[in-house]
Every structure is written in C-alpha cells, then in structure tokens.
C-alpha cells in the first residue's frame, strides 16, 4: 500500500493557477465563494445557499473550527460518504487522510481560518487491494461565522477514477496556499478555537449513512436559514 509520500505537502503560491477542466465542482464552488464577497469581506456562513452550486452539492462540505488547525465536517456531500463508505457528519476532516499527513493538513487548515488563505490541495488515494489509483483535489475557503469570527470554511472535494473499495484515504501531493492580503480589517474577524454554541439552523442530529435509491439525489446538503 502506497501512503504518506509528501506529507504536509509542498506550500507554494497560488497566483497564476490555471484549473483544471477535469475538476468542474472546484471551479463552481470558488466562481461562487468570490461571488459572495462584498467588497473584499469574506462571505459569512449564512450567505451560502445550496441553490448556487447546485452542480457541486455532492462534493460540497462545510467544515467547523473545533480547535486549532482542527475542523470537523458540520455539512458534507454524498461523495465524501461513498469516499469513507460511512457517513462523515460530525467527523474531523483530517479522517479522510493517513495519520502520518495530518499534522501538514493542520497547518494549512489553521492558515486557511488565521490569515485568512484560499487553500488548493492535490491529493491521491492509497492503493492496495480493491483500491485502485484515484486523484482527487480539495478547496478551502474561510467564511465568517455569525459572531463575524472565522471559525467555518466551504470546501469543495472531487476526485477523478475508480472508486474502489471503502475506506479511500488520500496523501497531499502539493498545497497551493493564497493568503488574502486584500481583506479589510473588521471588528471580529479573527479565528476563535472553539465554537462555544450550537448555531441554529445548522444544528443537526446524527443520521445512520444510507446510499440513496436509484434516480434520488440525496439532501445532505441544505439550507436552514434563521433570522432571529
């Protein structure tokens, strides 16, 4: 089994980046993000709307700031399920690598929420038996909670290949970290280490993972907006 090439990766600049046509969901979902900035403000969590990357749902997640450089998955898409073979709700998103990347995955998730930084990641899937080659990329960007603390990201992860057999853990090839030097300083906007209360409207209990009936697009990822 093949794993832990590069671990942490190799952190370069982002500028000048050309994606690749063969990961569309990446595309949609930054083209999105950026257009939800207001000005160079970073877009808050209750800005997202399911609707506007209708195309991504499936490779769509939304993470949640826990500690430093740890988040687990708050929404997640149905691939992110068919990756792990379970349901990832609730689970860090540092599951989905070896052990031996996850302190390298920390740092970039930490510059993500901290500077604030736009991350690309290109990752691929240990092999072995039943697991054939898979290449996958994953987005980061950081969002503003209610509270306007950084404390959320919507990402995006697609892969491309075979899926093979559950559990598919992936290995970072390369990081690609753009911080975001154009952002205005705002009253609150900085990373807090822990989410103290349970947002309403985002709160939900653990659901037992079932794979869809053919033809049904599974809702994993909704939009439950409340303006108290």
């Known amino acids: 089994m093949r794993g832990c090439g590069n671990a942490g990766g190799n ?12 990961f569309r969901s990446l595309i949609e979902v930054e083209a999105y993000w950026e257009g939800l900035r207001v000005g160079c403000d970073l877009p808050r969590r209750a800005d997202i709307d399911p609707r506007g990357i209708e195309n991504a749902l499936e490779y769509a997640f939304v993470l949640e700031r826990i500690a430093p450089g740890l988040a687990r998955l708050r929404i997640a898409g149905i691939h992110l399920n068919d990756l ?11 599951a989905m690598l070896p052990p031996c990347e996850r302190a390298g995955f920390s740092r970039t998730l930490e510059a993500v929420m901290s500077t604030p930084a736009v991350a690309r990641l290109t990752l691929s899937a240990e092999t072995g038996i039943g697991k054939p080659p898979l290449e996958g990329r994953m987005l980061l960007l950081p969002l503003l909670s209610d509270m306007g603390e950084i404390t959320r990201v919507l990402g995006c992860f697609e892969t491309v290949g075979q899926l ?53 697009r599974p809702g994993y990822l909704r939009l439950v907006k409340n303006d108290d």
């Open 11 to 22: 952190v370069i600049d982002m500028t000048g980046f050309i994606a690749e046509n063969r």
């Open 84 to 94: 792990m073979g379970m349901e990832v709700r609730g689970m860090p998103i540092s």
């Open 164 to 216: 093979g057999r559950a559990p598919r853990r992936f290995n970072v090839a390369q990081t690609d970290l753009r911080s975001l030097p154009d952002l205005e300083p705002v009253e609150g906007m900085k990373a807090s280490p822990v989410s103290r209360q349970p947002e309403a409207g985002f709160a939900e209990a653990p659901r037992r993972f079932e794979r869809p009936r053919s033809g049904e």
